[in-house]
C-alpha cells in the first residue's frame, strides 16, 4: 500500500489493517472522530509515516533505515523491529522492541512496559521527552540499565527526562578498548555526552579593572557576586556606597575595582588553596590579603567563585594593599595578570587598565 503524502481518515468504530508493504512520503493516518483504531500486522513501513489513531503493532512490524514511523497511541502486541526511526507520544510495549544500530526510538511522554521488551544494537538511540514520564521504560531495558553524562547509573524515570542515551557495548567507561572492556561496566544505555576522555579541572578565569558603573553592575550581575543585591540601585550602594550612577562613576573613577572569577568543570571536586592564585601588576606581586581566593573547600559545591580588590592601596592598614600600589600622581598604564594553578593546570588572565589624571582627578 502506498499512502504518498496523503490523509488517511478511519471513520467512528472502524478499524484499519495494513499489512505487508506500507510506502508513504510523510502521509497521515488520523481518526475522524477518535474512536477508529489501526493496526500494523505483518508490515514492513518503508515511508515515514505518521498515525494519531489509536495504532495496535500485531505480527511482526518493521520500520527501515532513513524512514520515521510516529505514533499517538500505540501498542507492540507482537514484534516491532526498527533500523529507522520511531517516534511515539505515548507507547505500550508487550512485545520485544529491537532497534538497530542506526535507529532511535522516541518517547514523547510515556512508555509502558507490559510483559515487552526493548534491546538494541550498538549504536541505537533513546531520546526522552523534557516532559515525559517514561515511568516503564526502565523496567523495559531491563537488565540493562541507562547511565547519565557521569557515566552514573540513572535510577528514576525523572533522570531520563530531556536526554538521549546510545547502546554501548560492555566497556564503554573503558579509555584502552578492547583490552580492558572485561574490567569496564556492563552494555547499557549511555548519556550521549559521556566520554572516556580526561575532563579539564579549569573552565575559564576572568579579571577585569572596573571604573565605572555601567561596567559594575553588568560584571558583578554576570559573575554572581552581588549576594541579595540584585536591583542596580542595590548593587551600586554595595559596591560605591551610593545608589545614583553620576556619584557611582566620580567614586569608581577614583578607586577603580580589580574583579576576578574564576570557574572550574562540573564533576571536578578537587580542594583549591588560597596559595593556587597570584596576581601581579606588571610583574610586581600583590601582597595584600587574598580572602578565601582560589579556595574549593571539600563541602563546597560551587563550580565558580569571584572576588574583588582595589586597584589602589586603601588607608593605611598594610593588608589592604591595592594591587597596583598607592594611587599615581600622573597618568599610568597598569597591566593586571592572574594565574590560577589548580589540578595540575595552569590558566592566565589579563587586562589592561589606564588610569589618567587631569586636574588631579581619574578621568
Known amino acids: 500500500m502506498n499512502l504518498g503524502s ?11 489493517v495494513l499489512s505487508g508493504d506500507v510506502a ?11 474512536s477508529g483504531t489501526v493496526e500494523l500486522k505483518d508490515a514492513e513501513v518503508k515511508g515515514d509515516l505518521t498515525i494519531t489513531a489509536e495504532t495496535t503493532l500485531s505480527g511482526a512490524v518493521s520500520v527501515v533505515a532513513g524512514k520515521t514511523l510516529t505514533l499517538a497511541d500505540a501498542t507492540v502486541a507482537g514484534t516491532l523491529t526498527a533500523t529507522g526511526n520511531v517516534v511515539a507520544d505515548d507507547l505500550t510495549v508487550k512485545g520485544p522492541l529491537t532497534l538497530g544500530a542506526e535507529a532511535t526510538l522516541t518517547v514523547n511522554e510515556d512508555l509502558t512496559k507490559n510483559g515487552g521488551s526493548i534491546t538494541a544494537k550498538p549504536g541505537a538511540q533513546i531520546t526522552v521527552g523534557a516532559e515525559a514520564t517514561a515511568t516503564g521504560l526502565l523496567a523495559a531495558v531491563a537488565p540493562a540499565k541507562f547511565y547519565d553524562e557521569s557515566g552514573d547509573e540513572i535510577a528514576t524515570a525523572d533522570g531520563l527526562k530531556d536526554k538521549t542515551f546510545v547502546w554501548r557495548e560492555a566497556g564503554w567507561d573503558q579509555q584502552d578498548a578492547p583490552q580492558s572492556r572485561v574490567a569496564g561496566k556492563p552494555a547499557g544505555w549511555v548519556h550521549e555526552g559521556f566520554t572516556t576522555e580526561t575532563k579539564p579541572a579549569i573552565k575559564d578565569l576572568h579579571v577585569a579593572v572596573i571604573d565605572n558603573a555601567a561596567e559594575l553592575i553588568s560584571t558583578t550581575k554576570e559573575w554572581g557576586v552581588n549576594g541579595d543585591a540584585t536591583e542596580d540601585t542595590a548593587i551600586l550602594k554595595k559596591w560605591t556606597g551610593t545608589e545614583t550612577t553620576e556619584t557611582a562613576n566620580t567614586w569608581l573613577k577614583a578607586n577603580p575595582y580589580v574583579f576576578i572569577h574564576w570557574e572550574r568543570n562540573e564533576g571536578i571536586t578537587a580542594v583549591g588553596k588560597k596559595g593556587d592564585i597570584t596576581i601581579k ?9 587574598l580572602n578565601s581566593f582560589g579556595t574549593f573547600g571539600t563541602n563546597n559545591d560551587k563550580d565558580n567563585r569571584a572576588n574583588s580588590y582595589f586597584l589602589f592601596k586603601q588607608g593605611e592598614d598594610p593588608t589592604d594593599a591595592g594591587v597596583a600600589g598607592t594611587t599615581p600622581t ?9 594565574t590560577w ?4 593546570e595552569t590558566k592566565t588572565a589579563t587586562d589592561t587598565y589606564e588610569y589618567v589624571v587631569a586636574e588631579g582627578t581619574n578621568e
Request: proline share 0%; net charge negative; glycine share 16%.
Open 330 to 338: 600622573e597618568t599610568t598604564s597598569y597591566t593586571i595578570t592572574v
Open 281 to 289: 601588576c606588571g610583574e610586581t606581586a600583590y601582597t595584600g590579603v
Open 24 to 34: 508513504s512520503t510523510s502521509g497521515t493516518i488520523q481518526s475522524t472522530d477518535g
Open 341 to 344: 594553578d589548580y589540578e595540575g
Open 6 to 16: 496523503g490523509t488517511v481518515a478511519v471513520e467512528d468504530g472502524k478499524k484499519l
